[in-house]
C-alpha cells in the first residue's frame, strides 16, 4: 500500500473512532498501551540522533535512541528506536507521523 494511503487511512480511522466515542480499551491504539517505544524506518541515511530528535521530541520528551548504524562504517543503516519518557507521546508521534517521509 502506498505509504499516503496508509496515512489517510489511519487518519479515518482516528477520526472514526473520535465520532463513535470509542473508547481506549477498544482503540487500536491499545496495542501500545505497555511501551514508550517506537520503529522507525525509511530514514536518511544522512540524518543523525539530533536530527531525528528535533523531529520526534515535537510528541514529548525522549530519553533513549537508538539510530542503527552499520558497524564497519558508522554509516545509518535508515532505521532507528526511539523511546519516549510517556507511552501517551508514542501514540500521538504513530498518530502524526506514521507514513510519512
Not at 530514514?43 to 540522533?49: A, K, P, S
Not at 528535533?54 to 535512541?65: A, D, K, L, R
Not at 498518530?95 to 510519512?100: H, Q, S, T
Amino acid at each position: 500500500m502506498n505509504p499516503l494511503t496508509n496515512v489517510k487511512n489511519i487518519q479515518k480511522l482516528n477520526q472514526r473512532e473520535l465520532e463513535l466515542g470509542v473508547s481506549l480499551k477498544h482503540s487500536w491504539h491499545q496495542q501500545y498501551r505497555d511501551s514508550a517505544w517506537i520503529f522507525i524506518g525509511g530514514l536518511n541515511y544522512d540524518l543523525t540522533e539530533g536530527d531525528i530528535i528535533c523531529v520526534f521530541s515535537q510528541y514529548g520528551e525522549i530519553v533513549n535512541i537508538n539510530l542503527i548504524k552499520d558497524k564497519k562504517t558508522g554509516k545509518s543503516k535508515g532505521f532507528a528506536f526511539l523511546c519516549y519518557e510517556d507511552q501517551r507521546s508514542t501514540i500521538l508521534a504513530v498518530d502524526n507521523l506514521n507514513g510519512i517521509k
